[in-house]
């Protein structure tokens, strides 16, 4: 049987190569099962093994950082089953149950984004490229409900924007791909000027978002750019870009858009996934009930 360590290099390539997973889910792989390896000094592990890595979990993360560490190496395991590499497969017989707290997504109240996108918006003169930059991957964040590292990633063979439309060719967790269609006029009107400003470096890295160094943005950069308008209007809150997805999501959701269809925008494999923001939805149709319903209106007392 191959060292432990050298059979989780093969798997990663796998993944990397054959299943073409995301580069952010191999890193997640990679990251997990390293931190795997280390705690049985290199040595396939046994049931016993295994109990006191999720005692060792338990005790160091949070309940989701648990879930997704312990999917990693259960995912590891499995694979070497199905090849024949290992005869039992330790996880068959091991019972692990996590409590997990139902967390709601967080959301920008709407004033605060537009208070964001007005100071971007008030920040720009002609000739500061970088700050209409800024302005596109903010708008880009709050219409598309794409999740940043999937912004990051558009190209000149998924992103393309004209009069009418602007397109964006998305390719999600597991490689699932989705077409995001934007036609509100003053989106398209920046997408072509952002395009048009930095033609020559998309051209060059074939990369639609770019940094302050003339290279493809990263997620981190995105979320300087966040922080830089935030620190703007002098407030204290904490906004992430995956917050800009939760808000779009639940957006949707409170004007009436079908379920079906906010699953398919956000490119979830299941309904039960996208399920989690009729919670919040929720909250907003109670606040609605009590201000717009007419039986507020009227006074009787006995």
């Avoid at 703007?232 to 409170?254: C, G, V, W, Y």
Wanted: proline share 4%; charged share 25%.
């Amino acid at each position: 049987m191959k060292q432990i360590n050298e059979a989780i290099k093969t798997y990663l390539e796998a993944c990397e190569h054959e299943k073409e997973l995301s580069p952010h889910t191999v890193k997640a792989y990679r990251i997990d099962l390293a931190q795997f390896s280390q705690f049985t000094n290199g040595t396939w592990a046994e049931k016993d093994t295994l109990s006191e890595y999720v005692k060792h979990l338990n005790t160091h993360f949070a309940p989701r950082s648990v879930k997704r560490k312990l999917a990693s190496v259960c995912a590891f395991y499995h694979a070497l089953e199905q090849n024949g590499e290992v005869e039992i497969n330790p996880f068959d017989k091991l019972h692990i149950k996590i409590h997990m707290s139902k967390q709601l997504p967080r959301t920008i109240p709407e004033r605060t984004v537009q208070d964001l996108l007005r100071c971007a918006y008030e920040t720009y003169v002609p000739g500061r490229r970088k700050v209409l930059r800024d302005i596109f991957v903010l708008e880009l964040l709050f219409s598309s409900g794409a999740r940043v590292s999937e912004l990051c990633s558009l190209s000149n063979n998924t992103f393309s924007v004209d009069a009418s439309d602007m397109r964006m060719l998305i390719y999600g967790k597991g490689r699932k791909e989705r077409i995001i269609h934007i036609t509100t006029p003053e989106l398209l009107q920046l997408g072509e000027r952002y395009c048009k400003e930095y033609e020559a470096d998309i051209q060059r890295t074939n990369t639609i978002l770019i940094n302050d160094r003339g290279a493809p943005l990263s997620p981190q950069s995105v979320r300087r750019i966040i922080r830089k308008y935030l620190a703007k209007l002098n407030t204290q809150t904490d906004i992430t870009p995956h917050m800009f997805r939760h808000t779009f999501a639940t957006s949707l959701l409170e004007a009436g858009m079908d379920i079906r269809y906010i699953q398919s925008l956000l490119g979830h494999s299941s309904i039960s996934t996208t399920q989690i923001y009729t919670h919040v939805a929720a909250e907003h149709q109670t606040q609605l009930l009590a201000e717009k319903h007419p039986r507020g209106k009227m006074s009787f007392s006995l």
